[in-house]
């Protein structure tokens, strides 16, 4: 199981995060969420070169009550990918925050481009 407290993303992350959040007007924890799913929906493994200078969330901040699914999802990724749970986990669940937040700042301009996202 993938076990943590408290995480952190990149510096660069954290940037993209601020200007998601002036874009859009959601929280933080919400378009890490967003990211998450949308990161774990492509179709190759995230680069799992980042720097943990970023901003810190405590787990049920980031995963809220849907913390089982989020991990679950990942789960089951990390399984299709052949990526070692036990050894990996918190490691892929950084990395697909990162690039998932990365994604969506190339792509999401205002709060309306989210649903163009899920439209596709």
């Known amino acids: 199981m993938i076990s943590f407290k408290k995480i952190k993303l990149s510096q660069s992350a954290t940037s993209k995060i601020t200007v998601l959040k002036r874009r859009t007007g ?3 924890n919400l378009l890490c969420r967003i990211g998450l799913c ?3 929906e492509t179709s190759h ?3 799992t070169d980042f ?3 970023g901003q810190e969330f405590n787990r049920y901040t980031l995963t809220g009550e849907w913390d089982k699914l989020f991990i679950a999802l990942l789960i089951e ?11 990996e986990g918190l490691l892929y669940l950084k ?16 709060l309306s481009d989210l649903l163009n996202l899920y439209k596709s």
Request: charged letters at 30%.
């Open 26 to 28: 959601l929280r933080p």
């Open 38 to 40: 949308y990161s774990l």
């Open 45 to 47: 493994l995230p680069p």
């Open 51 to 53: 720097d943990e200078n």
């Open 77 to 87: 990724r990390m399984k299709n990918d052949g990526v070692d749970l036990e050894k």
């Open 95 to 110: 990395a697909h925050l990162n690039r998932g937040i990365s994604l969506l700042h190339s792509r999401i301009k205002t």
